[in-house]
């Protein structure tokens, strides 16, 4: 009989030193049972001493692991036996280079057995002894007595083998878990987390949770069914147990790696939907004192009968920085709501906090600190932290999330600084709760800061910035280079440090236009119809090349919080193109009437006194109707309805030709650009020879640059030239927009220039 068929038939009590030989991973026992007739049958002794013969014996022994998964496979045994037997396998590849090494171990499991055997013969001779010494007992009890024991043996040692196995299979299904739950939690979580983040500066990146908590409570729910069969072995081991019983050691282990995976899982669940906002602010995280906020947070583990039974608190900056001066706030509001399925549209388990307010702790200047830092207002952050507590199924875990760092102001002037703060600080900072960011803040790339620049019209108007807007946005900030990709910015440039030549910070031009063409122009925007951030040298090249008429719609470089003007080309008796522009219009003169009407109605006066719109085809070559047309109100002229509107006009009127245009806000200088003939002005009114005579104006309405309300007040630029009709003089209104300033422009701005300015009333007799 083959030893392994011999220890198989010992009494419990040797069986039980079988198990206890076989207990670690130097060679498994389900490898020495199903290949035993195999393995006793090899010289293992010499392949110990021999490499050649132990090389050999280990190439067979893998084939015969091979043999026994496909039998496995064919006899439709459980998944498990194959999967073990491949696992074996692959253990084993670690003896390739010296395979004496697993010889060895063989040979000595194989003596180990053989002693077992020794001392079970040895015990059963004496027993055997002593039965011969007892006449009452006959060979018909001896050979039922050994059946019995036979029995008993056979039995525990298939529960053993079973239960290992089963056990051993839930470590690798627990191995499967951990796996998966790295990938949640270290990948897609996180990955979400950037895109939320992202996406509060304007990135059109998806920040929908619900696949994500389908994959959280998944593996929620997968863990828990793990942990109650877990709990069903321990009752069954108060009630049915024996000596060296598996689930007794292994069961206390798997239960620990349970509850850790569990509590990791629950911990990452709970995290910030919606990040705090004002319902009107200019964008998420800039909130304000004394008014209302929301913010949403949200339990990706979503068990129905967790339904209004977490409560979730709020409270602020647990963690705050050491900083001198460094303000404390009060969370008010109700800052304490449970987590239902009620206030989310796809059923999540969400918080919606809508109705909190902050304010500040009187502290007597702020708090104390070992930092010395010099953090404005609008640079210091602040995190909003929530908790809640986790309770199911005997299961207690205590969680907490927070938001994204917030910038809190005090007044609302202070919104736009705010916004940059953190436009800056999420377009670059990968550690959410980095209080002390602006301490030392980084650069931001070009290639960063162009798509962050983007983000604020798409998000705003759903249209972007092309390549070539971003183009001259880089040009402005870094000088014409062969590549931007190189270039990097600073946070103090970005938005502390003025524009050359300027009162503004690039930060605030930028917003400005942005605010502008969001208020004002946005139609014209999504349909293409700006050009928008295009440089005056740029501006000319293009148009020069054109038919006359043809004209662009570009943003200021030099008002300092937006302003849109046109250009076009005309072409002198001798061919040679002429580029022309206006001044530019403001939010305010927009307010009042659109810019689309301007265009349709803009004239100008030639030498023979013929009024004529010289915009005639939208860059490249759209006719001015096709590209605005559907805009237009039903009537124009004198039968326009914003003809009403229009109690003064301001008008002007050139002696002479202007010199060219040169930005003060960056150095490309155009000749010849702003050229206008003599006696031409915004308005279509016929001029006599001398411009200083008031002339009688038709209905028509020829728009201006300056436009009344008159029911408002005048601004105090228009007041002073009502009290003095000549402090216009010396100044160009029909060239580049640098003449704009914050108060009146500059008398003698441009040398050998002369205008007069002249205020009619629209309407008068003629």
Not at 339 to 359: C, I, P, Q, W, Y
Not at 384 to 390: H, V
Not at 725 to 735: A, G, I, T
Request: aromatic letters at 10%.
């Amino acid at each position: 009989m083959a030893q392994w068929e011999k220890l198989r038939q010992l009494e419990s009590v040797y069986l039980t030193q079988v198990d206890e030989l076989y207990d670690g991973d130097a060679f498994p026992m389900d490898v020495r049972h199903y290949l035993a007739h195999w393995i006793e049958g090899q010289d293992w002794d010499r392949a110990a001493r021999d490499h050649d013969v132990a090389m050999l014996l280990f190439q067979v022994l893998l084939e015969n692991l091979d043999i026994q998964h496909s039998r496995f496979v064919q006899g439709g045994e459980s998944f498990l036996l194959q999967h073990n037997i491949r696992r074996f396998k692959q253990s084993f590849q670690r003896y390739q280079e010296e395979p004496y090494n697993l010889a060895n171990i063989i040979q000595w499991f194989l003596v180990k057995e053989k002693e077992i055997l020794q001392n079970a013969e040895l015990a059963e001779q004496v027993q055997l002894l002593q039965v011969q010494q007892n006449p009452m007992e006959t060979d018909s009890q001896r050979n039922i007595e050994r059946k019995m024991t036979d029995l008993k043996n056979k039995v525990q040692v298939s529960v053993s083998v079973s239960l290992k196995s089963m056990l051993s299979g839930m470590g690798v299904l627990l191995d499967g878990v951990e796996e998966l739950l790295c990938v949640l939690v270290r990948e897609e979580l996180v990955q979400w987390q950037r895109r939320q983040q992202k996406a509060c500066i304007g990135a059109p990146d998806s920040t929908c949770l619900d696949q994500l908590e389908k994959w959280f409570t998944t593996e929620a729910e997968c863990l828990f069914q793990v942990r109650k069969f877990l709990k069903k072995l321990e009752e069954l081991m108060g009630k049915v147990t024996y000596d060296q019983d598996p689930v007794k050691k292994q069961k206390p282990a798997l239960q620990k790696r349970v509850d850790s995976l569990l509590t990791s899982l629950l911990k990452s669940a709970f995290v910030v939907e919606t990040q705090p906002s004002m319902p009107q602010g200019k964008g998420p995280l800039v909130l304000r004192t004394n008014v209302q906020f929301s913010v949403k947070t949200r339990f990706l583990v979503k068990f129905p009968e967790l339904n209004h039974a977490m409560k979730v608190n709020v409270s602020m900056d647990r963690e705050a920085p050491l900083v001198k001066g460094y303000r404390r706030f009060n969370v008010l509001g109700t800052n304490s709501k449970a987590l239902n399925m009620a206030e989310s549209m796809s059923g999540g388990m969400v918080a919606d906090f809508r109705h909190l307010t902050l304010k500040e702790q009187k502290s007597g200047g702020g708090g104390k600190g070992i930092h010395d830092l010099s953090l404005s207002v609008t640079e210091e952050l602040h995190i909003i932290n929530f908790n809640t507590e986790f309770l199911l199924h005997d299961m207690s875990v205590s969680l907490e999330t927070s938001s994204l760092p917030v910038v809190i102001i005090s007044n609302s002037s202070q919104q736009q600084s705010a916004w940059a703060s953190i436009l800056w600080f999420n377009m670059l900072c990968l550690e959410p709760k980095n209080l002390l960011f602006f301490a030392n803040c980084p650069v931001a790339m070009w290639s960063q800061l162009g798509e962050m620049l983007s983000w604020q019209f798409l998000s705003s108007t759903t249209r972007g910035l092309e390549s070539n807007q971003l183009d001259m946005i880089a040009h402005k900030l870094f000088g014409k280079q062969q590549s931007y990709d190189a270039c990097n910015i600073s946070w103090t440039k970005f938005s502390k440090e003025n524009v050359p030549n300027t009162n503004f910070t690039f930060w605030v031009w930028f917003d400005g236009i942005l605010f502008m063409v969001k208020s004002h122009l946005e139609n014209l925007w999504k349909d293409g119809s700006i050009m928008g951030f295009v440089s005056k040298g740029k501006e000319k090249t293009l148009l020069k090349k054109k038919r006359r008429g043809t004209f662009l719609l570009r943003f200021s470089e030099s008002i300092r919080d937006g302003g849109i003007t046109f250009s076009w080309v005309d072409y002198s008796p001798t061919g040679e193109p002429d580029v022309r522009s206006v001044q530019p219009f403001t939010k305010v003169d927009l307010s009042q009437i659109p810019f689309h009407e301007i265009i349709r109605n803009f004239q100008i006066l030639e030498d023979e006194n013929v009024p004529e719109n010289p915009l005639l085809f939208l860059y490249p070559d759209t006719p001015k109707v096709e590209a605005f047309g559907k805009y237009y109100t039903e009537k124009s002229g004198a039968d326009s309805q914003y003809i009403k509107y229009i109690k003064t006009k301001l008008v002007f009127v050139s002696k002479e030709n202007t010199l060219e245009a040169k930005s003060p806000m960056y150095s490309d200088t155009v000749e010849g650009s702003g050229l206008m003939n003599p006696r031409s002005g915004l308005g279509g009114e016929a001029f006599g020879e001398s411009p200083s005579l008031p002339m009688p104006l038709s209905l028509d309405p020829m728009f201006s640059v300056a436009m009344v309300v008159p029911d408002e007040d005048l601004n105090p630029t228009l007041q002073e030239f009502l009290n003095d009709p000549n402090m216009y003089d010396c100044v160009d209104f029909l060239s580049d927009d640098t003449t704009f300033h914050e108060g009146h422009p500059t008398p003698g701005w441009y040398g050998g220039t002369h205008f007069k300015a002249l205020l009619q009333r629209a309407g008068e007799d003629e």
